[in-house]
């Protein structure tokens, strides 16, 4: 792989969402549903687990700032935030990603990177010329995949691979052999 990506690893266009300073934001989670009668939200992780979100003082959930208030594992995770306090408005919150911003992050090795840190980057073939931009990492099991949308507006899924897409000087360089 060109580098590695520590957790969480989930990157869609979601993640990038700007905060109030214009930064990006990572998605550590997303609410799968209520969880009980007393606010409390299961969550599907996309990280390290239940530990990793006790770390971050500020979360955003499905924009919002909320304080974590508890977090707990099990078949899976269980948190509750200030302000929902019922059934109700968890439920509200079925969907929502659960966010922190990019810079409370921690820092990365060399070679590694964050998905939504590749969102947005140019790509080129290997003579420089422009060929579109990274709209979305997926990552099915098998490896890394950029979704590249191309100057003419088509999509196409790439493996992030040595010699197929490799990350160099803030940019993709691809093979366009590979775009279908």
């Known amino acids: 792989m060109p580098g590695s990506s520590p957790l969480p690893s989930v990157a869609r266009a979601p993640d990038t969402s700007p905060s109030r300073g214009g930064s990006k934001r990572i998605a550590l989670a997303a609410v799968a549903g209520a969880h009980g009668i007393k606010g409390e939200v299961r969550l ?3 990280g390290e687990g239940v530990d990793s979100l006790g770390r971050y003082k500020k979360l955003y959930v499905g924009g919002a700032e909320l304080r974590l208030l508890t977090v707990r594992d099990g078949k899976m995770a269980v948190a509750r ?9 968890a439920e509200a ?9 990019r810079d409370q992050m921690p820092p990365l090795e060399e070679g590694e990177y964050y998905y939504a840190d590749l969102i947005g980057l140019p790509a080129t073939d290997r003579a420089g010329n422009a060929v579109g931009a990274v709209v979305a990492v997926e990552n099915f099991g098998a490896g890394d995949l950029l ?5 003419g507006g088509k999509r196409s899924l790439i493996p ?8 160099e000087d803030g940019q993709i360089v691809l093979d366009p052999e590979f775009l279908a």
Do not use: M
């Open 160 to 167: 992030f691979k040595p010699g197929i897409a490799d990350l």
């Open 93 to 101: 919150l079925r969907g929502s990603l659960v966010e922190v911003d």
């Open 44 to 46: 599907k992780l996309f």
């Open 147 to 151: 979704e590249i949308e191309t100057e």
């Open 81 to 89: 935030f200030e302000g929902v306090s019922n059934r109700g408005a």
